[in-house]
């Protein structure tokens, strides 16, 4: 597996991806607003020349939000996510990120253990932030 930064012509297979992954997915245009602001870092991971999944986050003035963070189904459970979550603290701690926040639903079990691994710690509850299911709000501090 490969790790390296988004580039545009990316988008589109990112953005099959999400629908594969996410109930409310982002649309190509979102994904490539996002990308195009000038404040996103974007990583994928490639197996061979198929990315199979990726992460992201906006950094405005060293406070930064990962937005989103994705695995296809069939790579999941095997470090994927984490070297992807790994490689988007580095990337923070090369921009001078001071704080790194995420939002995730409360249900996905999955995703909690992974940033409690990576040192995440549970900071507020966001009732109904995904339409009718609650988030956590998780931070990391450098």
């Not at 580039?7 to 649309?27: A, G, Q, R, V």
């Not at 406070?63 to 996510?81: C, H, P, Q």
Request: charged share 30%.
């Amino acid at each position: 597996m490969i790790l390296k930064h988004w580039e545009y012509t990316d988008i589109l297979e990112i953005s099959k991806i999400e629908k594969e992954c996410f109930k409310e997915p982002w649309s190509f245009k979102m994904l490539a607003d996002t990308y195009l602001s000038g404040k996103f870092t974007g990583i994928i991971a490639r197996n061979d020349e198929k990315i199979i999944g990726y992460g992201g986050f906006i950094n405005v003035s060293g406070e930064a939000d990962i937005t989103k963070v994705a695995v296809l189904e069939s790579y999941r459970k095997k470090g994927t996510g984490d070297r992807i979550i790994k490689k988007l603290i580095e990337e923070c701690s090369l921009q001078g990120v001071s704080v790194l926040t995420l939002e995730v639903r409360t249900s996905n079990e999955a995703a909690i253990n992974l940033y409690k691994k990576n040192n995440f710690k549970i900071l507020a509850l966001r009732k109904n932030y995904y339409g009718n299911e609650d988030a956590y709000v998780m931070q990391q501090i450098f």
